[in-house]
């Protein structure tokens, strides 16, 4: 019989070198794919973040070079598209910008390669796996993720009468998968839970994002000055405290179907994924010396960069339209994915396009 965290079945299931689901599969896109992700569906998505980037060589005084690293790339398409636009519509920005992709996948990376062999680049793109970053020499510039951080590895907490409990996957001989409960595996899984969790009922789950707080922490070593934007469908405080997360919200997709219980799921079979805890990346940021510039959802972060303007723009089909308001809608993507903007090193608040509000309440 063999046990172990639910972390560590996630990271094999998901990054194990010879079956893991990004290593052998990665299956992103609408024919045949499992999931997709907002830049395979409207290139309006990286055009409208490309107006994000231009703010932010403004507020970084245009520096000498501009490193863009993407993390989590997927198919390359986020990236290409990025570039593209930058090529039309700042041009010497994007003569500046030196373009980084950090990506565990050899599956992925070679698709990324061959879409970013279709422009031409003035500076050849640099792949770098997770976990080399450590000794390079920082860099100034923006690192982002599309749908990177829910796919970090997770622990899994339930609430007890007694206090909490972790949640393992055992393996018995013949292969067949369970659930089982045991001890903490490590104290600190419950230092980063909101304060109320100690009120949550008895019974109620949730994932305890560790490898995130890691990665973070990686990428803010190797950024000496400018600014990380995730975006990410995920939860403020009190939606992660709310009656619908009371078991967690730990799902996984094969052929754009919901897989509720991902133990069932062959190994490797299915993308696996949670709802990112913004405030703890909000929290574990500016542990690590960064300050939060903006938080919003979707829906307003586009509207405001200026998507509303292409909605009734007869020069796009319907079809382009149609993908475009998707993006938006708050009942589809608009509401459920959060966009949060953090910089170092800036000694200046900046005014940015994309987030006109006051943050969301974390």
């Known amino acids: 019989m063999q046990r172990m965290t639910f972390r560590d079945f996630m ?10 689901y990004y290593t052998r ?3 992103i896109g609408f024919s045949r794919g499992d999931f997709y992700t907002a830049p395979e ?5 990286a055009l409208l973040l490309s107006r994000q980037i231009v703010e932010s060589d403004v507020v970084l005084d245009h520096p000498k070079e501009f490193y863009l690293m993407e993390t989590g790339p997927g198919n390359g398409t986020l990236m290409r598209d990025i570039l593209a636009s930058l090529r039309l519509s700042a041009p010497d920005l994007w003569r500046r910008t030196r373009p980084l992709l950090y990506e565990i996948s050899p599956v992925l990376a070679d698709r990324q390669k061959e879409k970013l062999s279709s422009i031409h680049l003035p500076c050849e793109p640099e792949w770098i796996r997770p976990g080399e970053l450590s000794g390079r020499t920082s860099f100034t510039g923006m690192i982002y993720g599309n749908e990177f951080l829910d796919a970090l590895p997770v622990h899994r907490i339930r609430k007890t009468r007694q206090g ?4 393992y996957v055992e393996q018995d001989e013949s292969g067949a998968i369970a659930e089982v409960e045991g001890a903490l595996s490590s104290p600190s899984l419950t230092e980063g839970v909101h304060t109320t969790a100690r009120d949550y009922p008895e019974g109620f789950e949730w994932e305890a994002q560790a490898d995130l707080c890691n990665v973070l922490s990686e990428l803010s070593g190797v950024l000496h000055r400018g600014f990380m934007l995730w975006i990410d469908y995920g939860d403020t405080a009190l939606e ?3 009656p619908k997360r009371e078991k967690g919200s730990l799902v996984g997709y094969r052929k754009h179907s919901l897989v509720e219980d991902v133990t069932k799921a062959e190994p490797g079979s299915i993308d696996m994924t949670v709802h990112v805890d913004f405030p703890l ?3 574990q940021s500016k542990a690590l010396g960064m300050q939060l510039e903006g938080f919003s959802d979707q829906m307003h972060f586009l509207m ?7 909605l009734s723009d007869e020069q796009f089909s319907p079809e382009e339209r149609s993908a475009m308001a998707t993006l938006i809608h708050p009942l589809r993507m608009g509401e459920a994915f959060k966009v949060m903007l953090l910089s170092r090193g800036i000694d200046r608040r900046a005014s940015w396009k994309g987030f006109p509000r006051e943050p969301l309440p974390l």
């Open 11 to 20: 990271a094999r299931s998901l990054s194990d070198p010879h079956g893991g």
């Open 240 to 242: 992660r405290l709310s």
């Open 281 to 283: 990346v909000a929290r």
């Open 41 to 45: 569906l409207s290139p309006a998505f």
């Open 164 to 167: 909490f409990s972790e949640i």
């Open 25 to 27: 599969n990665a299956r």
């Open 304 to 310: 405001a960069l200026g998507i509303g303007e292409w």
